[in-house]
């Protein structure tokens, strides 16, 4: 067969390769029968001792009708390969003959003789580790080997590693949980997430063994103090204190904190995570065996959410039918080399979980074996190369290592092979027995190769050349190409004498030389000839079938024709009587239909032809690009009067409007639909520059809008033109727009009010919430009073209400230059005030949390609404609150003060706690989902009295929170449904949706009557009195409720004096204006600490067992 057939096959694999390691919602190809390893020709399968914690033997598959004894029917008995028994062959590890002995120590490796074991012993002791569960005796005998016998393996152990040497253990380090594809297991879910992320523990004696072991042996490692902190690296496993019962167990370190002082650890037998102080972490001692994780990390198969993010509703409804039950799991599927299983799990009522998700409407099946579009194949091209070229500046790109030439195969020949990777009939990779020798001397010299050269580290080489890389699993040295780069740390190789292909980091890379080049590629690309399959495309059991008839077996290729790059064969197993060939035999079991020969291409027939481009016919020039031009919208500046609505609101300095004009409003509805369909069609790579238009996916509803490019970095920094919120987005969420889409002018304004400036350095809370309660969701009357390129400096009016001069008069801003007036509020201000609150209520402040920036009231695009939906993620201060029964006196459990105008009481008994605990499940599952859309650092910062979401420190669980204290870098908050206060990070706060709001809160927001007597801003010697008398206990009477506070008065008990706190705080604040009557005005009331008070009410409980 000519070369050419097989260098187009390799362009084909290539980007199909790249586009399954860049699109992880794609059902992945199937594991290779055999990955690359030291043995050149069969599959050589770790047989592990009888304690180590694998996975039981499968049940039997359901019997079909016609089935014999086995739970196989007739017609597909020989094809799964029941009659004959397999033929294993085995070759020696170090010369290449056929091997029957094997290494004592790993009961993996084979050898021919003790020689060749001692001989490469230098090289295996590297990779020879002991799979038996107690801790080996060190011994000074060189490693022998005796004669296998089945899978027994001789009684004489090889050397011991250095045991006392502290070296670190990294996931990828561990063993790799052993299950055949398509068995059947018993386990019980013990960490659930979502249907796309869960952990089980499978019901075995020697699982529940191995974790014993591990666990005594952790308790025992760990027992003495450390004397200095240990610093662990993302990607180890160690040893690890959980906050719950301070025990040792086994953690990968997922995340490290920039200051090094904190980590993410998921702890691999379990599946729980939490975050754990350094000092709580220990390095995995080294007479710990490395087990496979005893939690096996789980996703259901063949289906995908509705929405792109599994619903709150349901996680809960999953949860419910899988929590403390025994299931029976199915493996479908082995991806991330073994460490992530896709499995389906057989529901009590009888049905799968994948058919009750889709019935129920929660999923959608999952696209299988999805051709890339060539859209997509460019973004894929694109993003590797710029992932590549980032950091490749002075590094070597290794451009001089070209591959290798393919084996020359011609139709008619035939020879004996052995399958090294199985994705379908259609594409099947196989090695030549014959080639055993060259491939096992091969290895040897890349093995030697690799030991010999320094460590590189200018090393980067470029997409299409060739290198040495380390395979994940067996540690050997492979020849390997560079298919795309998915990362700028992590590539995707395809090993090129084995046919399959992994993601490794750059460090697993080396330079290949001159002579390592010399031989052939030994993988060859070939597909069953006059099959097809029975549908639309191969099944599951047709693929699980093929594979066990193929597997561990020496086969006789016919090559009998080629199609699309690859050779058309038929495969013979000579081991079975009669002789049987494959594809008869799928298509007698019914897994395959006989397919009419294929219609020879050009490109089968003749070695040379290679693809022209047609060219443009003769004097018509290519079409030159046309040059964008865009516009924005202006107000009028000859002081006319201009309706707006507020799109986004910063404070009165900083905030964006959208005319109120139902032409451009509708305009801009048609606009987005063109949007959609112009992105979904444009498959050019496109580089973003700075300053010029594009168009850009939104994170939240995954649509499409017109966005300015304002930074270039790993992500893209834009501003959407027709919103006014700027946000980071990745870089394949980026198109080019074109000149029609530009027509519409640009529909967000910037503006700022003018006539006021706040009383401080900043705006106060209070003055944020007013100014939001009288512009957002209101229609605005604007003249415009000055223009600037920045935007427009506005003279603002809501419903007849000039908005500065309400600012003003409620002593929340002042007239630029003016020094502000310690006077007092009044209580029709006041009472003014909380009526704009309630207006507020379903147009309330909305926070959309975007990846790098925060913009408040940030209004979300949606096609056909230019506002956010009301189930829209934010910050709302108008929360409900409970009622106080009016005139009842008692004494209050005091939450949190911020000051005599606002605390919190906590009234736990107006809440149904069993409602109050599905809010829980949901609020947990709506967490879990919305961080996938949101940054993990939210730096939009939620004014003081807003609800949210925040994850309490001590189990990392999401509850119901409010916002006490606004900080540079954290927050104070107070649980909402626990009355317990703390400081948490940015990261840990989360916007909430009004569904989760429905249920009352267990505090109740509460205001001191008469406080329209204080001044704006109480001296800080004022606040702490009124405090500390509220930590001494007093008594409340509810004297009204004006719907969001209930206004209390507050008095000593008698046998404190019985004194009202409204009379002693003005009795203070006169005299301390007696003592310092020229005092200065003091600090905004907005800027000083406030105190968070707590008493001792229950905390939320920890989510961890």
Sequence with gaps: MCNTLYLYHQHVHTAATMYRSFSPNLVRPNQPLRKPSSTPVALITALPSPRHPTMPNATPVRPASGAIGDGISRDQSAVLGSIPPALTVYFCNFCGQQGNFRCKRCKKTPYCSVVCQTEDWKAHRHMCKSIDLEPEKETTKETTALLVTGDGAGPVESKHGDASSLQRVYFKDLHITKIIKGTDIQASVVEFYSPGRFFLVAQSPELLEALQYISTELQKTNSCPSMRTYVPHVGEVCAVQFSCDLNWYRGLVQTLAADQKTANILYIDFGNEEDVPVDRIKPLAANIQPFCPCAMECHIAGVVPVTGNWSGECRISVKQLLAGKIVTVRLVESLENGRIHAVDILLSMGKKLSTFLLEHGYAAEETVNETPTQQKINAMVSASLDNFRRLSDGKDDNTWAQPPEPLTLAVGDSFSVVVTHLQSPNEIIVQKVENAGVIQELQLKLREHCCQAPAPHNFRPAPSTVCCAQFSEDKQWYRAKILAYSSEERVCVGYLDFGNSEEVDLGYLQPISTSLLALPMQAMACGLAGVQPVGESWSEDCLLALQRRVSNRILRLEIQGAHEGKALVAMIDEASDPQANVAELLIS????????????????????????????????????????????????????????????????????????????????????????????????????????????????????YRAMVNELSEDVSVNFVDYGYSMKVEKDHIRSITPRLLNLPFQAIRCWLTGVEPLGSEWSSEALLWFQSLVDGKQLSARVLCATEQGYGVELESKGQNV????????????????????????????????????????????????????????????GHSAVPSEAPSFPVDWKTVELPLNDTFQPCIAAVTSPSLFYLLVPSQVDQQKLQEVMMELVAYCSNIRACLSSTVLSRPVPGAACCA???????????????????????????????????????????????????????????????????????????????????????????????????????????????????????????????????????????????????????????
Excluded at 595 to 602: F, G, I, Q
Excluded at 620 to 631: D, K, N, Q
């Design 804 to 863: 500065a001069a309400a600012l003003i008069s409620a002593q929340l801003a002042k007239v630029p230059g003016a020094v502000p007036k310690e006077t007092h509020a009044t209580t029709g201000s006041e009472h003014k005030h909380q009526e704009n609150i309630q207006e507020n209520e379903n147009s309330q402040m909305h926070v959309q949390a975007s990846d790098q920036t925060g913009i408040s009231s940030k209004k979300m695009p949606t096609e």
């Design 951 to 1105: 994850q309490f420190s001590a189990d990392n669980n999401w509850y119901r929170a409010v916002v006490l204290e606004v900080g540079d870098n954290e927050m104070s908050v107070i649980y909402a449904d626990y009355g317990n206060s703390e400081k948490v990070p940015f990261s840990r706060i989360l916007p909430i949706t009004k569904h989760l709001l429905q249920l009352p809160f267990q505090i109740t927001r509460c205001t001191l009557t008469g406080k329209e007597h204080f001044p704006t801003e109480l001296p800080e010697e004022v606040l702490q009195m009124f405090q500390s008398q509220l930590l001494n206990g007093v008594l409340a009477t509810v004297q009204s409720f004006n719907g969001s506070v209930n206004v209390l008065s507050l008095t000593l008990p008698t046998e404190r004096g019985g004194g009202h706190l409204t009379t002693m705080i003005l009795d203070a604040l006169q005299d301390q204006a007696n003592s310092n009557p020229c005092s200065s005005t003091t600090q905004n009331a907005d800027q000083t600490d406030s105190t968070t008070v707590v008493h001792d009410c229950p905390p939320p409980t920890h989510g961890h067992t």
């Design 589 to 704: 079991a019914g897994f395959a239909a006989p397919a009419p020969p294929p219609v020879p291409t050009s490109s089968d027939q003749q070695a040379d032809e290679t693809a022209t481009v047609p060219a443009e016919p003769h004097g018509v020039p290519a079409p030159a690009c046309e040059p964008l031009v865009w516009s924005c919208s202006e107000l009028p500046c000859d002081g006319q009067t201009v309706a707006l609505l507020a799109s986004v609101l910063e404070n009165p300095q900083e905030f964006y409007c959208r005319i109120n004009n139902p032409t451009d409003h509708q305009r801009l509805i048609e606009l987005g639909a063109e949007l959609k369909q112009h992105c979904a069609a444009e498959a050019s790579p496109f580089v973003p520059k700075v300053g010029e238009p594009c168009c850009a996916m939104f994170p939240g509803d995954k649509e499409w």
